[in-house]
């Protein structure tokens, strides 16, 4: 297989059989993203789970300290004060049964969809349409509450919704190729740290086999576990 230029370009000076301290893993992508637009930053987690069983799902949600850089379309389901609340808070959309007929329809155009509890019997009626989309609402990661301030003020700044994949891998955006390394380290510290709280009690042996870092058009760069997690054998 022939690379481009670009891709050939950016993979000089990465050792792919390396494991790079999370701080000069980020500024090898940061360097190598020049791409015309902003890119994401992302991790991959590959962790020593099986999804199929239900006792080591691995799921969640992180309010990254410095925002995820995304501008996320919130949805809410709620009635009453409940909506109004929503609005006050930020939501691009609010509604109820009508929201659920326009969802229906397929008119899906918002990132993140939160709900108060006495409306999921309506909106569990969608779970064959947002769930496909990673868009259900699930009080596990918050986004099925009573406090839809915080909820919808969470999805609006930066809380990112993790789930591993068949696979075993987690991956998320933790922000973008134009915020500072100490930011993007930061954001990163809060993932993985989110993501460790979140081992499920079926998971045995090592729980965090791989991390790498990446940005959208560039290549990744593995991390050295020890330096992501701030607490001593956080990883095991």
């Known amino acids: 297989m022939t690379h481009g230029k670009r891709t050939v370009t950016a993979r000089e000076g990465i050792d792919r059989d390396k494991f790079y301290p999370l701080g000069e893993a980020v500024k090898m992508v940061k360097e190598r993203a020049k791409a015309k637009f902003d890119e994401t930053i992302e991790v991959a987690m590959n962790l020593g789970v099986d999804p199929r069983h239900a006792d080591?799902?691995?799921?969640?949600?992180?309010?990254?300290?410095n925002g995820s850089g995304r501008s996320q379309r919130v949805a809410v389901f709620a009635r009453g004060p409940k909506a109004e609340e929503a609005k006050a808070a930020g939501a691009?959309?609010?509604?109820a049964e009508d929201l659920v007929e326009k969802v229906n329809a397929g008119q899906i155009d918002f990132d993140r969809c939160i709900a108060t509890p006495d409306l999921m019997p309506l909106v569990g009626r969608l779970g064959k349409v947002l769930g496909p989309r990673g868009l259900m609402p699930n009080p596990k990661v918050g986004t099925v509450t009573q406090d839809v301030t915080s909820a919808v003020k969470g999805a609006k700044g930066g809380s990112v919704e993790f789930r591993v994949e068949k696979a075993g891998i987690i991956h998320a955006g933790v922000g973008k190729a134009s915020?500072?390394?100490d930011k993007l380290v930061e954001n990163i510290k809060a993932f993985a740290d989110a993501v460790q709280k979140a081992k499920p009690a079926g998971a045995k042996g090592s729980f965090v086999n791989k991390i790498s870092v990446s940005s959208t058009m560039g290549p990744g760069?593995?991390?050295?576990?020890?330096t992501v997690f701030r607490s001593e054998g956080a990883k095991a």
């Open 92 to 95: 691009d959309i609010v509604g």
């Open 179 to 181: 915020f500072s390394a």
């Open 221 to 226: 760069v593995k991390i050295e576990p020890s």
């Open 56 to 65: 080591q799902m691995v799921r969640g949600v992180v309010n990254l300290p």
